[in-house]
Nanobody, 115 residues
Framework: QVRLVESGGDSVHTGGSLTLSCAVS????????FAWYRQAPGQTRELVAS???????KYAVSVKGRFTITRENTKNTAYLQMNNLVPGNTTTYYC?????????WGQGTLVTVTS
């Protein structure tokens, strides 16, 4: 059974930092690209950052320079380091694993940024 379990969501003030983790089991971690998405209520899910099997990252324009996505194959875990958070970053963040036609999602972790 494939499981992606996000953690690290919390409530912080503007300018604060958080690190989200995505612990993965049930698949061959090193074969999958990973990504973090976010989705606010009533809105479509949008890509925040992704990292390929080779470790190449990509970022949404709005988070570039503030967020860092990494993966640690030895721990079967992907991370999203988020710095200089602003209230607009408040939403639920989801971990995604993709390999060919296979795609899996975690349950999400809530990030709240207050001014």
């Amino acid at each position: 059974q494939v499981r992606l379990v996000e953690s690290g969501g919390d409530s912080v003030h503007t300018g604060g930092s958080l690190t989200l983790s995505c612990a993965v089991s049930g698949l061959s971690f090193r074969d999958y690209d990973f990504a973090w998405y976010r989705q606010a209520p009533g809105q479509t899910r949008e890509l925040v950052a992704s990292v390929t099997v080779r470790g190449t990252p990509k970022y949404a324009v709005s988070v570039k320079g503030r967020f860092t996505i990494t993966r640690e194959n030895t721990k079967n875990t992907a991370y999203l380091q988020m710095n200089n958070l602003v209230p607009g970053n408040t939403t639920t963040y989801y971990c995604n694993a993709e390999f060919g036609r296979s795609q899996y999602w975690g349950q999400g972790t809530l990030v709240t940024v207050t001014s």
